[in-house]
């Protein structure tokens, strides 16, 4: 006789951001979770934003002894402990991680499935040795990092952010493959702690940010470390005494060999749809690969709903978190569906110097047609940024002259991913760049005088000046 289906209430797929759907508003709900690695609580935690930032910190210490000279104070870099670091870091994830797993296990309406969830029908799911169907399924299941198929590129020194984290010891020499958020981060942690570092990056470094902010950072990145572009990974080899041969080629043909005792692999992330099964299921995927959903995060299948890396390019902790308070809310209030909203989504990278960005670039606000004005304010035309002797970084905006209306912002140097986020407020309601300037007091001589200085030298015309 056939064993009737297991039936829930609700499945959520993945246990990142997808883990916070499930509180106390559906104790009355039977719920199905399915999480495919061992390990409990999705990428930020565990491979993401925490310990990446949880290695910034001290790696911000580590490069202020430059910084600090320049200011006629004399630091010496001792040493840095990176097993101790690691350790402690990953001792405070892994708990949390292992607790998380732990206090999801316990609840009574809720069964966690250590496997991988695809579809075997409309809501219909296999999980391992488990099929069931379900009312409503939440597709959660993030993205992964993106490996180029070339020989040599399961050698064991050669690592992704989910690896390089937990390694034993720091190497002499790291070679980084990719020019964006996670190339960035690793070469301000790794150089600051002694690393030698060079950079390979197809198209140049910062792709996609403004390019006022890529050149200028082009510039100090070429400072502290070795940057190649324009190079293809053709294969990876592992040499006599111990260490890897980075194979690669020019657009013309010319053949370059890198000797470095490890690499990072940093070549963007893809979405993490296809072991899923959707087309089983009803769901629709772009051809780059994301989950498509509607303004509610609704999927193309009735019942299914998805949120963070597997349907939204950009690919941020915020934007994930935002999505799965609306899946959250529409999977509550059925007749009183949530919009996720079109909200400038703002962003930072946490190198040396941080970078923070939100709205239009200038090549954006081109490329649509939009009439804008900028304002390039440096960071050593403000008080602090004498107190810091900056002679390097800087803040670029671009308003539009009539409304005086904010259309981006993007920031290199000091405390960035903080001073951006006025910048957000004002974009995501509709605060005017001159009211904005001149309708509060700036703290004095703080750096936020920056962005003060920045919407003042904005030529508006009109009704905005
Ligand atoms: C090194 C690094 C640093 C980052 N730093 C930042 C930062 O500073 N700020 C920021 O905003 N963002 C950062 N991000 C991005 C951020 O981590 C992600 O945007 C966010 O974690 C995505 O959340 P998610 O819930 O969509 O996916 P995830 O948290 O990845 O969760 C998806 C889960 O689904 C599971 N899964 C996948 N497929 C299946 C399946 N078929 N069956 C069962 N389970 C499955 C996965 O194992 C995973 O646990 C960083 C990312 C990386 C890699
Ligand atoms: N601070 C943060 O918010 C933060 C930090 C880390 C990661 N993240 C998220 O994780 C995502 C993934 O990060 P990432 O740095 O891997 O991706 P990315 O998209 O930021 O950068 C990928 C880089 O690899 C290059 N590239 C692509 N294909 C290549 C190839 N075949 N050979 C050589 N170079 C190639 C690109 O030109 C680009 O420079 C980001 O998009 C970001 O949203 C965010």
New binding site residues.
Partial sequence: MLRPLDHYDLAIIGSGSGNSIADEAFADRSIAMIERNPVFGGTCINV??IP??MLVLPADYASSVAEARRVNVDLSLDAVDFPAMRDRIFGRIDQISEGGKEWRSSADNLTLFSAEASFVGERRLRAGEHEFTADQIVLATG?S??L?DVPGIDLPKVHT?DTIMRIDELPQTLLI?????????FAHIFGSFGVKVTQ?????????QDQTIIDRYTEIAAERRTLRFGQ??NGIEASEDDQLLVLTSDADGEQYTYLTDMVLV????SPNSADLNPEAGGVRVSASGYIEVDEFQRTSADGVWALG?VCN?????HVANREARVVRHNLLHPDDLQPVGDLPVP????GEPQIATVGLTEQQAIAAGVDFVTAIQEYGSVAYGWALEDTVHLMKLLADPASGQLLGAHILGPQAASLIQPLVQAMTFGLGAQEMARGQYWIHPALPELVENALLALPLTGQAR
């Fill in positions: 993401g934003c990446t930032k993205s990092a993106v180029p952010s493959i990719g020019g964006g958020y996670i190339a960035t981060e390979l990056a197809r198209s140049g470094l910062l792709r996609g293809t990974l940093a070549i963007g992330r890396d390019p950009n690919q941020l902790k962003s930072a990278i946490f």
